[in-house]
């Protein structure tokens, strides 16, 4: 039986492949890039029929961020020429998540640039979900203010709080490369507090920073070891003024036989596609839908994306299908560790879950060495055309007076 035939029966048994299979995927060439795609088409119909989950991002505090994460746009010494505002009032939060529930988003998003939330912060926030959930009582909120203290999660969990993100991105060994203010440890923690608490954990990864292919197979493992029952997957968007602005390593096919190695890692997870994909994926991106069951509708956090309707017309073009707000997005038997979790507030049902090899957001360990030193050669052609101009600063939304996109 050949890679991609083992692949699929393990992931249609919702098993889990080894390390080596998981690197063999990220090693397969152009000529064999269908033959993925479609391998992993088959394990995503398994646990995920045709149903596309769409999330919506609600920026309440944007840039002026204490962190040195060299990624983001909101960074601390950023030059990049994003929007820059403190916490939007509730209303103005509920006006930006109507639209984007309007547009057919099931879960929004609630993000605050900084290290970690005051006490005051999750009062703010707090207000703000009670707004949204008067207008739309069916909508999931999914949170993400950074580090958490001691029995902030439980507030949030109280207060109505349906998850928490925060992501990991890159492995242990090479997160001190990315951020020195906190560490791979502190994200750990954060996601742990989020488990406690019993939010669902999503926490996923960034790739194209310059990591290694065993880079990305030890953040994915990671991931699946924590427990994380949604797994964005970003792609780099190299914002001027930031210290991987000259980071352009991805090609869309190495983008696919990521997102593949990803959900046959996370067979029965849901699995999404994140920032960077209308820059990276570009006209393949309908391809990207035979592996992940989520996409974010419309625009980013300090970045566009493309209209909310051509989203919605490439999942019915594609065939698939925008996920009601009735029906499940996990597999029951994933909805029902979900679920034993948050009546427990535990962190799983494996001791593993929370395990010190997992982790949730976007610094880490050991390596003090810039990622773009790291010794990955980029794939051939990923650097023949760079596409600066597909890197739009968000205008419109949130903390402005234009419509969103939605």
Known sequence: MDLLDTLTAKGLRGEVPTREEALAVLATTDDELLDVVAAAGKVRRRWFGRRVKLNYLVNLKSGLCPEDCS?????????AEILKYTWLKPDQAADAARAGVAGGAKRVCLVASGRGPTDRDIDRVTDTMAAIKDADPEVEICVCLGLLSDNQAERLKAAGADAYNHNLNTSENTYGTI????????????????????????SGLIAGMGETDEDLVDVVFALRELGSDSVPVNFLIPFEGTPLAKEWNLTPQRCLRILAMVRFVNPDTEVRIAGGREVHLRTMQPLGLHIANSIFLGDYLTSEGQAGQADLDMIKDAGFEVEGAGEATLPRHRADVAEAAQAG????????????????????????????????????????????????????????????NA
């Open 71 to 79: 990624y983001c746009s909101q960074r601390l010494g950023s030059k």
């Open 179 to 202: 951020t020195k203010t906190h560490t791979y440890a502190d994200r750990v923690d954060t996601v742990q507090k989020a488990h406690g608490a019993g939010l669902s954990a999503c």
């Open 345 to 404: 507030g535990g962190c799983g049902t494996a001791a593993s879950a929370c395990g010190s090899g997992g982790g949730c957001g976007p610094c880490g360990g050991h390596s003090h060495a810039p990622l773009a030193e790291a010794t990955t050669v980029a794939p051939e052609g990923a650097n023949d055309e760079l596409r600066e101009d597909l890197v739009k600063v968000r205008r419109r939304g949130a903390g402005t007076e234009l419509a969103p």
